[in-house]
């Protein structure tokens, strides 16, 4: 049972134009919720997170929107350039039980044209 | 500044084999975890520590199994592989609590074992 779940495997995107990532969630539990970037033959390592109190996160090009009534998440990426190439996992957790357990979805791979 | 340091990056084990991932961190994580990477299955959490003699299970952790003796260490031990275990392995660390960062964590460079 799938718990945090990216639809899209992949996404190709024109260089300067916007990148958006989609990811939807089925435990309403979940309280704190995270993007996660990998290169190939690397871990992955982390973008931007965003609490369930917030609705909206930015962090230069990179910006996560939350709709909890609708149990989803998505990661926009503002120009989109080369470098941005990679596979994106978001990841969702219930931070208040301090587990520090973090649950992925299947990841989407981004290709940023030049 | 090693972070999270995985040992090895790459074995290949024969079925019924047994064998130990190594992961050691050098940032006082409380938090340390497992996962396996498989194609179109993302990320699973096969299991995790919240300190030292502390540990539980995950998503996936039939066949595997861990001990956390000191907070630095998280090794993951395959007791008899099998061909379905073949993925590739990743160790995590993070702090534990309420302040910045929290959550967030920090990943190894991955180990990629092939069973056969």
């Known amino acids: 049972d799938q718990q945090v779940k990216q639809n899209s495997p992949s996404l190709s995107v024109q260089e300067g134009r916007i990148s958006i990532l989609n990811c939807d969630y089925t435990n309403s539990m979940f309280d704190y919720f995270l993007w996660y970037k990998k290169y190939p033959a690397e871990g992955p390592t982390f973008l931007i997170s965003?609490?369930?109190?917030?609705d909206k996160n930015e962090d230069g090009r990179f910006t996560v929107f939350l709709n909890k009534s609708a149990k989803h998440l998505s990661l926009h990426i503002v120009p989109s350039q080369p470098g941005d190439s990679a596979v994106y996992f978001c990841?969702?957790?219930?931070?208040?039980?301090?587990?520090?357990?973090?649950?992925f979805g299947q990841g989407t791979t981004l290709q940023v044209k030049p | 500044n090693a972070g999270v340091t995985q040992t090895p990056k790459f074995q290949v084990l024969k079925t019924g084999q047994s064998m130990t991932l190594q992961c050691a961190q050098d940032m006082n994580h409380e938090y340390m975890s497992w996962y396996r990477q498989d194609p179109g299955m993302g990320l699973r959490l096969i299991h995790y520590s919240v300190g030292a003699g502390i540990t539980d299970q995950g998503e996936v952790p039939n066949g595997y199994n861990v001990s956390r003796s000191t907070t630095e260490d998280f090794p993951l031990r395959l007791l008899s592989a099998a061909p379905s275990q073949t993925s590739v392995y990743f160790c995590?660390?993070?702090?534990?609590?309420?302040?910045?960062?929290?959550?967030?964590?920090?990943f190894g460079e991955g180990s990629r074992l092939t069973v056969l």
């Open positions: 990841a969702a957790s219930f931070y208040s039980s301090n587990t520090g357990k973090l649950i």
């Open positions: 965003i609490s369930s109190i917030k």
């Open positions: 995590a660390s993070s702090y534990l609590g309420q302040g910045p960062n929290t959550g967030e964590l920090f």
